[in-house]
């Protein structure tokens, strides 16, 4: 419990020879530069058992497979390597177990063989430090490790992990703050950086680089502490499993690098309730390939996830972004300047299912995709879905569907709006089905098939719907009924009807309460409809306000009637034509 000094040359050099302080030392101890460890067959510096203050400014190797420097239930005292070399190449490098005082490793340290590298352990509740020249080099075990613990660390040094193991874990750390300050964090194998049930504060403010194995990010089962990545942080991921997971945790989180994922997905968000996960204005995430899932985030009732960065998805046959059950929470893609831009060959482009607020508000948002559907937003449960999506453009060339709107429960209400782009599908162009939902697309709507429709919109309650790009359906032309509220537009510069034989070209029935119009552009055709066999022009029954008007308005019938209207009102505006034609009708019109 006195006072130790050994400033001569103090050389421990065979056998077991090292330094050990153990069993309620509680003195204070000074070792000079002249004082060298190599190799012994057990821990070259032990402490143990005691509140001991340490400075130690000479050199320690480890070539055996012991530990370089074990601290063991140490309550007190402040132990600093000062200004030697340690080194470890074998053994398992620095151990803190119930280590509760402050730890300084200033000088050069080097672990670079065996599993030597950091273990913070067992209620290890102290403040501990490493400067620039600490380096860890690919152990066999996880690099740097801190479980059950409450520790502060700052480490400025470099950590490499070529292994199959964790480059960084942290598992039951209950408080305290990591931080991965200036140096450079590489991952070329493994599983990257690892927290389990962490509700501490972890900031990684230096170079993290994670390229290999199953590298990534995962952040898991109560984990509801804070996290910031910096802008040198970057994954790319190619292995099968995710490249950033953040399930069954309350994280606050901010991430500024760039996360880039070719096989599964690129960003993995479930049962997060509260807290606020933003990949902020200069994050970059790409999701490429054949095996590529893009992003989803599922089952998060509160809080809020925010891509505010350049999101680029192309996953082919997978689906892009899937967002489900997140009734109570926010997703948004939310920056000015920043791109949501989608590319799939056949799988869903955006997909909306059971609740949440839905903000994609960035200007420049575009949706590409080959077979795939375009949106696919459903409402089956009863939870409220609030939309704002706002898209450049959006199209598909050979799709089942273009857009899928489905209310069957709870409340469905916002808005879309599509500023170009085309449809193209073989079953429904634009298919809107309950819900209070607005919808504005600007883009050309052509369906293609003798079961195929361009536009049919029923059981609505409210919101508008409107189609103002031109139209062409040569299938089985347009279908609007059982709507009690809203209204449904049509406004794009050619419309363009002329269905299969013996439908109605345009059927509207029992929309009380919705008003309806067909008002083509100036500078177009027209609203032209063709019905052939016998079908009708436009049958209008059971109810709801119809207008139509423009200059070029025409309806021409083989054997069915060109109006068919009973019980319906005509709006301010009237019917205008400027040709009624049947070929073969007994009755051309009926009017009750």
């Known amino acids: 419990d006195g006072t130790y000094n050994f400033i001569g040359t103090t050389t421990l050099a065979g056998g077991d020879a090292g330094i050990d302080i153990l069993n309620g030392s509680s003195g204070t101890f000074s070792f000079g530069a002249h004082t060298a460890i190599t190799s012994p067959t057990g821990t070259a510096f032990n402490v143990s058992g005691s509140t001991a203050a340490i400075t130690y400014s000479g050199s320690i ?258 689906n892009a972004v899937t967002l489900s059950a997140n009734a109570g929470g926010t997703v948004a893609f939310s920056s000015v300047g920043s791109s949501l831009g989608i590319t799939t060959t056949s799988g869903t482009a955006f997909t909306i299912a059971g609740g949440g607020t839905i903000n994609v508000l960035g200007p420049n948002g575009t949706i590409t995709t080959g077979s795939g559907t375009i949106l696919d937003i459903s409402n089956a449960s009863a939870v409220t879905s609030t939309l704002n999506l706002n898209f450049a453009g959006a199209s598909n060339t050979l799709g089942t569907n273009g857009i899928l709107v489905s209310r069957t429960a709870g409340t469905l209400t916002g808005s879309v709006t599509i500023n170009s782009g085309s449809i193209t599908a073989t079953s429904r162009g634009i298919d809107i089905d309950g819900g209070a939902l607005s919808l504005s697309y600007a883009g050309s709507v052509a369906p293609s098939g003798v079961t195929a429709r361009s536009v049919e919109v029923t059981n609505i309650t409210g919101g508008a719907i409107t189609v103002s790009g031109n139209l062409t359906d040569n299938s089985l032309g347009i279908n609007i009924a059982n709507n009690a509220g809203g209204s449904i537009n049509f406004y794009g510069q050619s419309i363009t009807l002329n269905t299969v034989a013996n439908v109605n070209a345009v059927t509207l029935a029992s929309n009380t309460g919705t008003n309806i119009t067909f008002s083509s552009a100036a500078g177009g055709n027209g609203v032209d409809i063709t019905a052939s066999g016998t079908g009708n022009g436009i049958d209008f029954t059971g109810g709801g306000n119809l207008t139509v008007y423009s200059t070029g308005n025409s309806i021409q019938t083989a054997t069915g009637q060109i109006l068919n209207l009973v019980n319906g009102n005509v709006g301010s505006l009237g019917l205008v034509f400027d040709s009624l034609t049947s070929t073969g009708s007994t009755n051309g019109s009926a009017i009750n």
Not at 149 to 171: D, E, P
């Open 61 to 318: 190797t480890q070539a055996n497979n012991a530990a370089l420097v074990s601290i063991l239930n140490h309550s007190g005292g402040t132990i600093t390597f000062q200004t030697g070399t340690l080194g470890a190449t074998n053994g398992t490098g620095l151990q803190f177990d119930n280590a509760d005082a402050t730890y300084n490793f200033n000088g050069t340290t080097t672990l670079n063989g065996g599993d030597a590298g950091i273990d913070i352990l067992n209620g290890s509740g102290g403040t501990f430090s490493f400067a620039s020249g600490t380096s860890i080099t690919s152990p066999t075990g996880t690099a740097f490790n801190v479980s059950g613990s409450t520790a502060a660390v700052t480490y400025n040094g470099s950590i490499t992990q070529a292994n199959n193991a964790a480059l960084v874990n942290v598992l039951n750390h209950s408080a305290g703050t990591l931080i991965f300050q200036t140096g450079t964090l590489n991952a070329t194998n493994g599983t990257g950086l690892q927290f389990n049930n962490a509700d501490g504060t972890y900031n990684f403010t230096g170079t993290t680089t994670l390229n290999g194995g199953d590298a990534g990010v995962d952040i898991v089962n109560g984990s509801d502490g804070t996290f910031g990545f910096g802008a040198n942080t970057a994954i790319t991921h190619a292995a099968a499993g995710d490249a950033f997971v953040l399930t069954d945790s309350n994280s606050n989180l901010t991430y500024s690098g760039i996360v880039s994922d070719a096989n599964g997905y690129a960003v993995r968000i479930d049962n997060h309730d509260t807290g606020t996960v933003a990949f902020d204005s200069g994050s970059v995430i790409l999701s490429s390939g054949p095996n590529a899932l893009g992003l989803s985030v599922t089952n998060s009732n509160g809080g809020a996830v925010n891509f505010n960065g350049n999101t680029t998805l192309s996953t082919q046959a997978n």
